[in-house]
């Protein structure tokens, strides 16, 4: 039982003028016999895997003067960095049977009232910052860290960890100046400002101010003509509920497609999508709902779907700049957004129309005729609604008017026109 005991704590070093620095403090103590001629102390940061290690020596006439007494033993001299965590070992030189103490031992973090005040890679500064959104610079000024010592500026989007989103800048520690401005493409919630002391495993802030500005967020909508696919990819990590809708113009609300919802934290994706402008993305959080429309501008072809009534039929038609299929069916309109079904369905191709018989009862106000693409996977129904059927006269409507006119029944030839004229879709009217 040569040694006998190890302990291990921090001492802070600071000499007036410089930066205070950590260190080990360990104290042995073994009992000395002729044959030790000292201790071997070793550090190994299990961080870095870097060791270093001191030799403490006895003179040979007090070992035998000393012989078999305790002896304490004391050295200060391992710096560390804050947080490092250490795996310690001591042992007597000449090593005998592989006699050893070790121990791990874990440095206090900024945490620590003394460490947080005196060790620089603790002080980590504070921000004040100004936005000019016209010129999209964010003016940061820096206080509160140590004097002539240079220290990093930089913007980060930030997911798991912060990333950058340009060059960062630098404050000189000489320079009376203490700002910097730094250019942004967005304001984001996930956008960034940190800082930190231009030393080794300095601390560093983040501050994120713009974490409420969530509008930005749903306008990253793509729409692929090729594959008939619309995506949105979150440009921030956000919890939100994806839905397709359909725009009501009546009130302007968007009435949720049936299962459409999706909640991915990376990419939302709709495959087979219709490109008619009423058809929307809904973004539901914590904070509110937002409503994407990203056909409403006409970039892409729409189709409408007319009727014309004569006696006791109703012709419907539809209208389109590209080949579509198409579903019609009369419907009992229960509430604003529901239609329920009061007849069969019926098929009807772009060129083509289908005529439905329509008896006394099946006229009126709440009756409408509903269509709606068959050869997508997603659609918004139309519907021309307050059907007055042709007992007395002959009506003409589309699906942009709940109410019908009076027009004048079309022949086969005249109506093969109007197909052809009507191919030219103006989408801020339907």
Known sequence: MV?????????????????????????GTLSLDENIRGLEICSLSLDTQQSQCTNVRFARKKSKMLNGKKVHVQFNCIEVNVAQHIYVTMKTVPNYCEVKLSQEYYVEDCRNSDVGKYIPACSAGQFDYNVDRARKIISVNVSD??????????????????????????IKGKESLKSVSLKYSQLLPCLCIEGWLAIPDARRIQLCPFENDTKALWDNIVYNPATQTLAWEPACPVLVMVNLCRLMKSNDHC???????????????YSRVDTHPRLCMKFT??????????????EFPAWKMRTATAAEQIRVFFTS???????????????????????????????DSVSITMSQEMCGSTICIQGWRTDVDYSVPLQICDIHCGFCGQTYSDGNSAKAMTHRYPSNEEFKTSLRVDRVVNPENV
């Open 145 to 170: 860290f140590l004097r002539d010592q240079d220290y990093y500026v930089r913007l980060c989007h930030k997911w798991f960890t912060c990333e950058d989103v340009g060059a960062f800048a630098v």
């Open 321 to 351: 700049q590209t080949k579509a299929q198409f579903s019609v069916l009369v419907c009992n309109r229960t509430q604003l957004a529901s239609c329920e079904s009061v007849g069969m369905h019926h098929s009807v191709s772009v060129g």
């Open 255 to 269: 009435e949720d497609i049936q299962n459409s919802s999706k909640n991915s934290p990376e990419k939302v994706k």
């Open 3 to 27: 040694l006998k005991s190890m302990k291990i704590s921090t001492v802070m070093k600071c000499v007036q003028g410089s930066a205070c620095s950590l260190h080990l403090n360990i104290k």
């Open 285 to 298: 959080t914590k904070q509110g709902s937002w409503v994407k429309c990203p056909f409403a501008h006409g």
